[in-house]
């Protein structure tokens, strides 16, 4: 019982910081917002790239392994925040990878 609810509570916190991640990388990626955020993560993109894909992994399998305990509502959301957390991450993995090209980090 207490690891179920365990699993659950990590699940929502990889939500969180998925979502807090999206919502500084994209402004500061294209209006400047929050510039050393986008710094701090240009600079270790490979590790942001990993970590995002363990977390964004988890959080698809987690919402296939639980699907028959979320209401209609739950799995509406649930999958909504998994495709648009898939393809962010996507998006930020050829957006880096083709800065990387275009600066000579990776030959």
């Known amino acids: ?41 240009k600079d270790t993109w490979f590790l942001f790239i990993l970590l995002e894909l363990l977390a964004v992994t988890s959080v698809f399998v987690d919402t296939i392994v639980r699907w028959d305990k ?10 909504a925040l998994t495709a648009l957390f898939s393809i962010a991450f996507v998006l930020r993995f050829i957006i880096g990878y083709m800065e990387a090209l275009m600066t000579g980090a990776v030959k």
């Open 1 to 41: 019982m207490t690891e179920n609810k365990n699993n659950t509570s990590l699940i929502t916190v990889a939500l969180a910081v998925l979502g807090v991640y999206n919502l500084l990388y994209w402004p500061a990626k294209f209006f400047g917002v929050f510039q050393g955020f986008y710094l701090a993560v």
């Open 70 to 79: 979320f209401t209609h509502n739950e799995k509406r959301l649930r999958i």
